[in-house]
């Protein structure tokens, strides 16, 4: 299927030009039905997937992993973590291992820790982190450490500590406080190698607009200005010309004010900006957004439809085909050949699911 662009060019002269609409496929079903898993890669041609609630209700949490086999286009069960988790964060490092930190254990928050090694295809548990957290912000500075902030010790009770991951010690060391206490927030680098962090809540139905930076080089946060919007359960994906796109959530109450908006952080001015539209709402969706290196950016997760953004363009592109549910708390990652893998969530009965796509480009 193809759409028609028209351009007016300044002789009245109107151009058409067409564009390939990215096509959504079904693959074959993971082994184990997931949501609020980690999807990572760890290899040219596999992506780790771990944990995650596999019941109806979400309140059974995994320890199992499974590969994606992109050249098979499968997946294959692989070896357990040490420790069930949901709601944990899966950051590979500088040496192809992946850091595993955190998350929901079935009964409570927890500060273990555990590392995959690629080569070995084994995890080994490493020194727990300073505080208990689920749901935290994890981006990989530029120097190979982890930067972990936020989170919940326990339902309903944000935290404002943040924590580095050094590979090479295998340990974590406390830095400064965030601002303000976040859960259900979002985080993306900066060319300079500082990290914005945006949004969340600060508790149950105190959503946030607030937003700050994290400079490594001193180690301590600084608000910057407010998003135009309160967001949570949203996204943020960095762009080719170094600004920050954010991405849906909800402005509050849950399902109830889901967004289609987004907002585009300028570093130079430190302020956001009204970003092009959503055709859908998009809620739940951590890690559902992908900056693909065209410059686009796809957005899956929340909704049954996948949509993608062009440099340039007022609002988001739908795919064709769609999923069979608005499911929350997938993942989405960019393969070699520039297609998306969408795996696994849960829908509005919370039940996960088994189901993975593939976004052709």
Same mark, same amino acid.
């Given at each position: 299927?193809?759409?028609?662009?028209?351009?007016?060019?300044?002789?009245?002269?109107?151009?058409?030009?067409?564009?390939?609409?990215? /096509?959504?496929?079904?693959?074959?079903?993971?082994? #184990?039905?997931?949501?609020?898993?980690?999807?990572?890669?760890?290899?040219?041609?596999?992506?780790?997937?771990?944990?995650?609630?596999?019941?109806?209700?979400?309140?059974?949490?995994?320890?199992?992993?499974?590969?994606?086999?992109?050249?098979?286009?499968?997946?294959?069960?692989?070896?357990?973590?040490?420790?069930?988790?949901? /709601?944990?964060?899966?950051?590979?490092?500088?040496?192809?291992?992946?850091?595993?930190?955190?998350?929901?254990?079935?009964?409570?928050?927890?500060? /273990?820790?555990?590392?995959?090694?690629?080569?070995?295809?084994?995890?080994?548990?490493?020194?727990?982190?300073?505080?208990?957290?689920? #749901?935290?912000?994890?981006?990989?500075?530029?120097?190979?450490?982890?930067?972990?902030?936020?989170?919940?010790?326990?339902?309903?009770?944000?935290?404002?500590?943040?924590?580095?991951?050094?590979?090479?010690?295998?340990?974590?060391?406390? $830095?400064?406080?965030?601002? $303000?206490?976040?859960?259900?927030?979002?985080?993306?680098?900066?060319?300079?190698?500082?990290?914005?962090?945006?949004?969340?809540?600060?508790?149950?139905?105190?959503?946030?607009?607030?937003?700050?930076?994290?400079?490594?080089?001193?180690?301590?946060?600084?608000?910057?200005?407010?998003?135009?919007?309160?967001?949570?359960?949203?996204?943020? $994906?960095?762009?080719?010309?170094?600004?920050?796109?954010?991405?849906?959530?909800?402005?509050?109450?849950?399902?109830?004010?889901?967004?289609?908006?987004?907002?585009?952080?300028?570093?130079?001015?430190?302020?956001?900006?009204?970003?092009? #539209?959503?055709?859908?709402?998009?809620?739940?969706?951590?890690?559902?957004?992908?900056?693909?290196?065209?410059?686009? $950016?796809?957005?899956?997760?929340?909704?049954?439809?996948?949509?993608?953004?062009?440099?340039?363009?007022?609002?988001?592109?739908?795919?064709?085909?769609?999923?069979?549910?608005?499911?929350?708390?997938?993942?989405?990652?960019?393969?070699?050949?520039?297609?998306?893998?969408?795996?696994?969530?849960?829908?509005?009965?919370?039940?996960?699911?088994?189901?993975?796509?593939?976004?052709?480009?």
């Amino acid at each position: 299927m193809r759409r028609i662009y028209y351009t007016i060019l300044a002789l009245g002269i109107v151009h058409a030009s067409y564009a390939n609409e990215p /096509s959504l496929t079904r693959l074959p079903d993971m082994n #184990s039905t997931r949501a609020v898993h980690q999807t990572t890669q760890v290899s040219d041609n596999e992506w780790l997937i771990t944990g995650g609630c596999i019941d109806a209700g979400c309140d059974t949490v995994s320890n199992s992993t499974e590969l994606y086999q992109h050249s098979a286009a499968k997946f294959i069960n692989h070896i357990p973590m040490n420790e069930p988790r949901s /709601s944990h964060r899966a950051i590979r490092l500088d040496d192809g291992d992946v850091l595993l930190v955190g998350g929901w254990t079935g009964t409570a928050a927890t500060a /273990s820790a555990e590392r995959y090694n690629h080569r070995d295809k084994r995890f080994t548990a490493i020194a727990n982190m300073h505080s208990p957290r689920m #749901s935290p912000a994890a981006v990989k500075l530029l120097n190979g450490k982890v930067l972990i902030a936020g989170g919940e010790r326990a339902t309903g009770s944000p935290l404002t500590s943040a924590e580095i991951y050094d590979p090479a010690q295998q340990q974590f060391t406390v $830095v400064s406080d965030m601002n $303000v206490a976040r859960s259900s927030h979002a985080a993306a680098m900066l060319a300079d190698g500082r990290v914005l962090i945006t949004g969340g809540q600060r508790g149950r139905n105190q959503p946030l607009n607030s937003a700050e930076i994290f400079d490594p080089v001193t180690g301590r946060f600084t608000l910057t200005k407010p998003m135009l919007s309160t967001r949570y359960k949203h996204a943020a $994906v960095t762009l080719q010309d170094g600004r920050v796109m954010v991405l849906g959530g909800s402005s509050g109450g849950d399902y109830q004010n889901r967004l289609h908006s987004t907002e585009i952080f300028e570093p130079k001015t430190g302020a956001f900006t009204a970003g092009p #539209s959503m055709q859908h709402v998009h809620f739940k969706i951590t890690n559902a957004a992908v900056a693909l290196p065209s410059g686009e $950016v796809v957005i899956a997760g929340g909704s049954k439809h996948v949509e993608k953004w062009t440099p340039g363009a007022s609002v988001f592109q739908e795919a064709s085909g769609v999923i069979d549910a608005e499911y929350a708390f997938s993942t989405s990652s960019l393969l070699p050949n520039g297609a998306v893998l969408i795996v696994g969530g849960y829908d509005h009965r919370i039940q996960p699911t088994a189901g993975a796509w593939l976004l052709k480009p």
